[in-house]
C-alpha cells in the first residue's frame, strides 16, 4: 500500500521513496506541500533557501511535473538515472541567465565533480507531480553524475529552436541513491547546515566521501503491460498516434517508420535493412546492434517486426509467434506497433524469456518526445522525410 502523508503532518514526515504528500486546499501557492516538508521556495523547478549567487545551499529540490513534451525529464527506474533538463527553457536569455539561475547551479555543481570535490556538492531532492491538485510524489536523493559515464557526458548543453530563434539549455544526468528513506532527524540536521552527522544515509556518505555511486535500480516485477500501460493517455499524444497510423495507409510503407523509431531509441543500432514486402515471410526489417568500442566491438543481428494496427486492435499470439520463430542463435527482435500487444501474446514473449523489445504505442510518442518531435508540424515534416525513402 502506497505511503500517503496529509498536508498538516508534512513539517514532521520523513521523505519515503514513492511516497504521496497531499498539497493543502486553500487554491493558492501556500497549497505547496514541498515548502512544507522542507525549507525552500513554493514554485519553480529549482527550489532553495539562499541565493545562488554565494552557491551555499544546504539542500535544493528538482520538482518535475513529467509531462513538459519539450523537456521530457526522465526516472529510468531499471538503472536509478534521472534525466533533468535546465531552466531556460525559451529563447531570449543566455544559457545561464535564468531567474531562478537553475542553470548556474547545474554548471557549478556539476563543475565540482571535476575537481573531485564531491563534499561541498549539496543533496538534490527529487519530487514529481503526483496527478491530483499540488499533491507530490519523492522521487529520492539524487547526486549530479553516474558511475558508468565520462563527467564530460553528465551535463550537455543542447540548442532548440522556438519560432525562429535559437536557444540553449542544459541537459543533467543525476543518480537517484539507493536511499529508501531520508530521516526528518537528517532534515533537521541539513536546515541547520550540517550535512554530515550520524543521521547521514551511508551511500550518501560513500558517494560523497569516496566517490562511489550507488543507484536506487529496480528490478520490474511485472514483465508484461496492461493495454492502457501501452498507450497514450493525453489528447495530444494519441492524436500524434491516430497521425502516424493515418499517414501510412500501406502497412508496409510504415515499415520504413518503424525503422526510423528503432534507429532513434537507440544510437547503437549500426543499419536496419528492410526486406522485400512479397518475400519477408513476417520479418520486416534485419538490422545489426554495435556491442563495445572500437576494434573490441561486436555486431548482432537483430530482427524487426512492424505492425500497423489500430488503437482497438491488438498485436496477438500470431504475430509475435511469427517473430520468435525467425530470431535465430545470438538474435534478438524488436516489434514495433501503433497499438498493443494484448496480454496473452505478451504474457507469451516474457514468460519464456525471449529476447524482444516491444515497442507500442506510448513508446513510439515517448522515443519522439526525446528526440525533440514533440509538435504536430514537426511530426509532420519527420513522416514527409520519411516517405520520400527508398525501402
Given at each position: 500500500?502506497?505511503?500517503?502523508?496529509?498536508?498538516?503532518?508534512?513539517?514532521?514526515?520523513?521523505?519515503?521513496?514513492?511516497?504521496?504528500?497531499?498539497?493543502?486546499?486553500?487554491?493558492?501557492?501556500?497549497?505547496?506541500?514541498?515548502?512544507?516538508?522542507?525549507?525552500?521556495?513554493?514554485?519553480?523547478?529549482?527550489?532553495?533557501?539562499?541565493?545562488?549567487?554565494?552557491?551555499?545551499?544546504?539542500?535544493?529540490?528538482?520538482?518535475?511535473?513529467?509531462?513538459?513534451?519539450?523537456?521530457?525529464?526522465?526516472?529510468?527506474?531499471?538503472?536509478?538515472?534521472?534525466?533533468?533538463?535546465?531552466?531556460?527553457?525559451?529563447?531570449?536569455?543566455?544559457?545561464?541567465?535564468?531567474?531562478?539561475?537553475?542553470?548556474?547551479?547545474?554548471?557549478?555543481?556539476?563543475?565540482?565533480?571535476?575537481?573531485?570535490?564531491?563534499?561541498s556538492i549539496p543533496p538534490f531532492f527529487v519530487f514529481t507531480?503526483?496527478?491530483?491538485?499540488?499533491?507530490?510524489?519523492?522521487?529520492?536523493?539524487?547526486?549530479?553524475?553516474?558511475?558508468?559515464?565520462?563527467?564530460?557526458?553528465?551535463?550537455?548543453?543542447?540548442?532548440?529552436?522556438?519560432?525562429g530563434e535559437r536557444f540553449q539549455n542544459y541537459k543533467a544526468?543525476?543518480?537517484?541513491?539507493?536511499?529508501?528513506?531520508i530521516t526528518r532527524e537528517w532534515i533537521d540536521d541539513l536546515?541547520?547546515?550540517?550535512?554530515?552527522?550520524?543521521?547521514?544515509?551511508?551511500?550518501?556518505?560513500?558517494?560523497?566521501?569516496?566517490?562511489?555511486?550507488?543507484?536506487?535500480?529496480?528490478?520490474?516485477?511485472?514483465?508484461?503491460?496492461?493495454?492502457?500501460?501501452?498507450?497514450?493517455?493525453?489528447?495530444?499524444?494519441?492524436?500524434?498516434?491516430?497521425?502516424?497510423?493515418?499517414?501510412?495507409?500501406?502497412?508496409?510503407?510504415?515499415?520504413?517508420?518503424?525503422?526510423?523509431?528503432?534507429?532513434?531509441?537507440?544510437?547503437?543500432?549500426?543499419?536496419?535493412?528492410?526486406?522485400?514486402?512479397?518475400?519477408?515471410?513476417?520479418?520486416?526489417?534485419?538490422?545489426?546492434?554495435?556491442?563495445?568500442?572500437?576494434?573490441?566491438?561486436?555486431?548482432?543481428?537483430?530482427?524487426?517486426?512492424?505492425?500497423?494496427?489500430?488503437?482497438?486492435?491488438?498485436?496477438?499470439?500470431?504475430?509475435?509467434?511469427?517473430?520468435?520463430?525467425?530470431?535465430?542463435?545470438?538474435?534478438?527482435?524488436?516489434?514495433?506497433?501503433?497499438?498493443?500487444?494484448?496480454?496473452?501474446?505478451?504474457?507469451?514473449?516474457?514468460?519464456?524469456?525471449?529476447?524482444?523489445?516491444?515497442?507500442?504505442?506510448?513508446?513510439?510518442?515517448?522515443?519522439?518526445?526525446?528526440?525533440?518531435?514533440?509538435?504536430?508540424?514537426?511530426?509532420?515534416?519527420?513522416?514527409?522525410?520519411?516517405?520520400?525513402?527508398?525501402?
Amino acid at each position: 500500500m502506497k505511503n500517503i502523508f496529509p498536508f498538516d503532518q508534512l513539517s514532521s514526515s520523513d521523505l519515503i521513496i514513492d511516497a504521496i504528500y497531499k498539497g493543502g486546499s486553500k487554491g493558492n501557492a501556500g497549497d505547496d506541500p514541498i515548502s512544507k516538508i522542507l525549507k525552500c521556495g513554493n514554485q519553480a523547478g529549482f527550489r532553495y533557501t539562499g541565493t545562488a549567487k554565494l552557491m551555499n545551499f544546504n539542500y535544493i529540490v528538482l520538482y518535475s511535473s513529467m509531462d513538459d513534451p519539450d523537456w521530457p525529464d526522465m526516472l529510468d527506474l531499471r538503472s536509478g538515472l534521472f534525466i533533468y533538463y535546465g531552466d531556460n527553457k525559451k529563447p531570449g536569455h543566455e544559457l545561464h541567465d535564468t531567474s531562478r539561475k537553475g542553470n548556474l547551479i547545474l554548471k557549478h555543481y556539476f563543475g565540482l565533480l571535476t575537481s573531485n570535490d564531491y563534499t561541498s556538492i549539496p543533496p538534490f531532492f527529487v519530487f514529481t507531480k503526483a496527478g491530483k491538485s499540488r499533491d507530490v510524489v519523492f522521487r529520492g536523493l539524487a547526486v549530479p553524475g553516474a558511475q558508468n559515464l565520462e563527467i564530460t557526458d553528465n551535463l550537455v548543453a543542447i540548442w532548440k529552436s522556438q519560432k525562429g530563434e535559437r536557444f540553449q539549455n542544459y541537459k543533467a544526468i543525476f543518480t537517484i541513491l539507493d536511499i529508501p528513506i531520508i530521516t526528518r532527524e537528517w532534515i533537521d540536521d541539513l536546515n541547520q547546515g550540517n550535512t554530515f552527522t550520524k543521521n547521514t544515509p551511508l551511500p550518501y556518505l560513500n558517494w560523497a566521501n569516496k566517490n562511489r555511486y550507488l543507484p536506487l535500480i529496480s528490478e520490474r516485477s511485472i514483465e508484461y503491460r496492461t493495454r492502457e500501460e501501452q498507450l497514450p493517455k493525453s489528447k495530444q499524444d494519441l492524436d500524434s498516434l491516430h497521425m502516424i497510423y493515418d499517414f501510412f495507409e500501406d502497412p508496409y510503407e510504415f515499415e520504413k517508420c518503424a525503422r526510423e523509431i528503432v534507429v532513434l531509441m537507440d544510437s547503437n543500432i549500426l543499419s536496419i535493412d528492410l526486406t522485400r514486402p512479397w518475400a519477408d515471410g513476417g520479418r520486416d526489417a534485419l538490422g545489426k546492434y554495435n556491442i563495445g568500442l572500437g576494434s573490441n566491438s561486436i555486431e548482432v543481428d537483430f530482427a524487426v517486426e512492424a505492425k500497423r494496427y489500430s488503437l482497438e486492435n491488438s498485436v496477438g499470439v500470431k504475430e509475435a509467434s511469427r517473430l520468435i520463430s525467425r530470431i535465430r542463435h545470438r538474435q534478438f527482435g524488436i516489434l514495433v506497433t501503433t497499438s498493443f500487444v494484448s496480454k496473452q501474446a505478451y504474457k507469451e514473449v516474457t514468460d519464456d524469456g525471449q529476447p524482444i523489445i516491444i515497442i507500442s504505442g506510448i513508446d513510439i510518442i515517448n522515443i519522439l518526445k526525446m528526440r525533440g518531435i514533440n509538435s504536430k508540424e514537426k511530426l509532420k515534416n519527420w513522416l514527409l522525410n520519411i516517405s520520400k525513402q527508398d525501402r
